[in-house]
């Protein structure tokens, strides 16, 4: 009986995790209706945003497929982030580029925030 709840548990722990992998389109398709939202896009700035996503988190996931260190895929995943924000830059109106930027100071913030938080595992 045991064997078996374990079973199922390991299971259902795999399925979850497969589940939490977007692909590169789902991926491109949230981050643009995110920022369709919050910036109030135009119809031709959004289709302009998606395909700024989608060729970025592409990019992404083809060069995490060769299991790069984790130093490098930082490296690879910063220079992909400065690309697209200089094309997002030439996409959106001073005023909605300045409120992207804003908006990901805030994030970026949070994010540290909820690190220092954590327990240090090293310890």
Known sequence: M?????????????LSAAAEKKTPTEKAKGKTDEMQQNLQLSPEQTKKIYDINLKAYTSISEYDATNPS??????????????????????????????YKDIKKKEKEEEKKLKEQKPDKKK
């Not at 045991?2 to 795999?14: C, G, M, Q, T």
């Not at 930082?74 to 580029?97: G, N, P, S």
Request: aromatic residues 6%.
């Open 2 to 14: 045991n064997k078996l709840l374990l079973l199922i548990f390991l299971v259902a722990l795999n």
């Open 70 to 99: 984790k130093k490098l895929k930082k490296k690879q995943k910063e220079i992909v982030q400065d690309l697209r924000d200089d094309q997002y830059k030439k996409t959106l109106t001073t005023a909605q580029y300045k409120k």
